[in-house]
T-cell receptor
Framework: GAVVSQHPSWVICKSGTSVKIECRSLDFQATTMFWYRQFPKQSLMLMATSNEGSKATYEQGVEKDKFLINHASLTLSTLTVTSAHPEDSSFYIC???????????FGPGTRLLVL | EDQVTQSPEALRLQEGESSSLNCSYTVSGLRGLFWYRQDPGKGPEFLFT???AGEEKEKERLKATLTKKESFLHITAPKPEDSATYLC??????????FGSGTRLQVQP
């Protein structure tokens, strides 16, 4: 199946700093990617849709100025958590649909811990 | 509002003891229903996509079925390596997925 990678796999930062997470589709192009967040023992919740060449669309309750998304190319989307606070600590996972959009492949996730 | 409900929340089986996981959904329009497996600390791993009522798909010890209101993931003669959280999700045309809360499966040797 298609491969989606994320970098870094985990990050620890101080409160108030910004953290950038990369999501790459390794063997296919993705005009759209999705960012999810997963808190411990909970399921995945959609945060935003990343669109190549246009602005991201955010789910209700997700602050677009705090979670900056840039879809720089057909294989790369980045999520920047600005001025991170402890409540932003979570598992961030991206996904990308394959060409036929029949299947969405997920990255391995990025564990963020804000101290 | 689209809703996906999975049951049971947790399931403990003995090796070889077959069972089924349930995913019921209430959506405005179903484009596809997905099953994923998620191991602790990892991203979801794709298992199946089902599109219409009556459809069935199989992979090794797993078989997924779909009706107009629910989907089942049948696990036949499970092994300890099948232990994971199984997630059900729906695509209602947005392409983004709405997930259920998952079923944590533990298979004991």
């Amino acid at each position: 199946g298609a491969v989606v990678s994320q970098h870094p796999s985990w990050v620890i930062c101080k409160s108030g700093t910004s953290v950038k997470i990369e999501c790459r589709s390794l063997d296919f192009q993705a005009t759209t990617m999705f960012w999810y967040r997963q808190f411990p023992k909970q399921s995945l919740m959609l945060m935003a849709t990343s669109n190549e060449g246009s602005k991201a669309t955010y789910e209700q309750g997700v602050e677009k100025d705090k979670f900056l998304i840039n879809h720089a190319s057909l294989t790369l989307s980045t999520l920047t958590v600005t001025s991170a606070h402890p409540e932003d600590s979570s598992f961030y996972i991206c996904s990308a649909p394959d060409r036929g959009q029949e299947t969405q492949y997920f990255g391995p996730g990025t564990r963020l811990l804000v101290l | 509002e689209d809703q996906v409900t999975q049951s049971p929340e947790a399931l403990r089986l003995q090796e070889g003891e077959s069972s089924s996981l349930n995913c019921s959904y209430t959506v405005s329009g179903l484009r596809g229903l997905f099953w994923y497996r998620q191991d602790p600390g990892k991203g979801p791993e794709f298992l199946f996509t089902l599109y219409s009522a009556g459809e069935e798909k199989e992979k090794e010890r797993l078989k997924a079925t779909l009706t107009k209101k629910e989907s089942f993931l049948h696990i036949t003669a499970p092994k300890p390596e099948d232990s994971a959280t199984y997630l059900c999700a729906v695509d209602t045309g947005r392409r983004a997925l709405t997930f259920g809360s998952g079923t944590r499966l533990q298979v004991q040797p």
